[in-house]
């Protein structure tokens, strides 16, 4: 009562169609040999009746015994039973034939419409590979383009890394101001609101970004006003070679994303209520030093310095 219940085997239908038309073909063929024993022995009974016990011995149909006829009848019966069992039809039947070959047909359209479902899930997973290689492939180029620009900061800065009082210039280089032009032209030059007011006008051959914290500050046409430097950085990806011109703050957010410094260290101090912010030697390393001493043109010693991120 309480005990595992025992499984019963299970046997598809398949299977139990199987069994029964094969029961069935084994008891037609009982039959048939029933069916020539009966036979064997019934005629003998003829032969005997009309032979030995010469009953109805002169009996005809025909124009021929009658037993021979019954004999012959019978036997003629026997050869159709055995060609419709063994002969007609083959083991399993013609209607067997025909369920069979309704199902094959069936799996195979299932087959098919399978195998459809499965090309069609396979060129969709080949699609997305294809739109994910293409993303990463993409990625890897941005990347590439990436790598290959390189965000300059250029700064003139004294031994105390001053480099301004009252947004304005505290020396004058003529040699410095050249190189600053030489390096810059045709680059895009990237600066605080402050930097940009102390000039004149903008500079020429050079595309200006403006950061400012002002939504509504309004700047020349061809000045591109940006909120921050990860923005401005943002629109100089065509540019692999843009600069950094200050001012101190700007100076302290660049040194992050920059990879390059070129700072012209002026051999002097001044009083200054803006700076640089202080190179740590175990990110950058000094890679060129080029001194130049006081001449007409210039009242201070100086040195192009360049910096170049490890």
Not at 114 to 124: A, R, S, V
Not at 255 to 268: D, G, P, Q, S, Y
Request: positive net charge.
């Amino acid at each position: 009562m309480f005990g595992r219940k025992k499984k019963s085997n299970q046997i598809d239908k398949e299977q139990l169609e199987q069994l029964k038309y094969a029961q069935k073909r084994i008891n037609q063929k009982k039959r048939l040999y029933s069916h020539f024993i009966i036979f064997i022995f019934g005629a003998l009974i003829l032969i005997v009746l009309d032979l030995v016990l010469d009953i109805d011995q002169n009996k005809k149909i025909f124009g021929r015994d009658w037993f021979v006829v019954i004999v012959i009848g019978w036997f003629m019966l026997i050869v159709y039973h055995f060609i419709s069992v063994f002969i007609t039809h083959k083991f399993m039947g013609k209607v067997w034939e025909q369920k069979q070959l309704e199902k094959l047909v069936a799996k195979q359209h299932e087959r098919i419409n399978q195998m459809k479902e499965n090309l069609m899930k396979e060129e969709k997973h080949i699609a997305e590979s294809e739109v994910i290689e293409h993303i990463e492939k993409r990625k890897t180029q941005n990347l590439s383009n990436t790598s290959k620009q390189e965000l300059t900061i250029i700064v003139a800065a004294d031994e105390n890394n001053g480099i301004g009082k009252d947004n304005s210039l505290i020396w004058y280089l003529k040699n410095d101001l050249k190189r600053f032009k030489t390096l810059t032209s045709g680059h895009h030059i990237i600066m605080g609101r402050k930097t940009f007011e102390s000039f004149p006008k903008p500079l020429p051959n050079r595309t200006h970004i403006v950061i400012t914290r002002q939504k509504d500050y309004k700047v020349p046409e061809g000045v591109i006003c940006v909120h921050s430097v990860s923005d401005a950085i943002h629109r100089i990806k065509d540019d692999t070679q843009p600069f950094i011109i200050g001012g101190g703050d700007i100076y302290k957010q660049a040194m992050e994303f920059a990879t390059k410094i070129e700072l012209t260290r002026v051999h002097h101090t001044f009083e200054a209520d803006t700076f640089f912010p202080e190179i740590d030697k175990t990110i950058w390393k000094e890679t060129a030093n080029e001194f130049h001493s006081k001449d007409g043109n210039h009242e201070y010693e100086f040195s192009f310095i360049t910096y170049e991120k490890i």
